[in-house]
């Protein structure tokens, strides 16, 4: 029997320190945290049709986070996935209650557009 096992991914998120700068605009940081067994998924790539960008690119992977990981809300954050960062599709939350067969509860979409 052949068992799944993911990869370690690196998040990155935006906190909100409570300052505010001269524009009374928040001040951000950035916090990184490593999450080990999320499953990567290659999704649909596509070129991109605006005509100032012919050479661009969307690339778009889906990421099935482990039930173990302590869930964290990714609005907003950074996923680097084998060394290339990409952003975080939506609010994506994990499935609650119910029958669940798998060690991954949470299902986000990413995307990065090249070029």
Known sequence: M???HGETVTVTYRVDTGERDGGN???WREETERVDDVL???GADSN???STRPE?????LTCAFPRAWPY???RGAIVTVRGHDYQVVGD???ADGGLTPTRWNLLAELTDTRG
């Open 2 to 4: 052949t068992r799944m």
């Open 25 to 27: 605009n928040p001040v």
């Open 40 to 42: 990567v998924k290659p």
């Open 48 to 50: 991109a049709s605006d």
């Open 56 to 60: 661009g690119v969307t690339v778009a």
């Open 72 to 74: 964290r809300p990714l």
């Open 92 to 94: 994506p939350l994990p």
